[in-house]
């Protein structure tokens, strides 16, 4: 399982969500993006970030 952690700085997630950092720090303060903290580091697991891109993925339903 740890072979294919990676965990990613706030700014780097926020690059890859495509929002600010503050936008990162409402996600982990509400709960919606768990993060792991080294230290003083803050860091979110690159795993977490593409669930919550599945979770927040909406497929429009062909209107027949």
């Excluded at 780097?12 to 509400?30: E, H, P, Q, Y």
């Excluded at 993006?33 to 062909?62: D, G, M």
């Amino acid at each position: 399982m740890l072979n294919n952690l990676k965990l990613l700085p706030l700014l780097d997630a926020a690059d890859i969500l495509g929002v600010s950092k503050r936008t990162v720090d409402r996600l982990i303060a509400c709960g919606e993006l768990p993060v792991v903290k080294i230290n003083r580091s803050t860091r979110i697991p690159l795993a977490e970030i593409q669930a919550y891109i599945e979770r927040n993925t909406f497929k429009n339903k062909v209107m027949a």
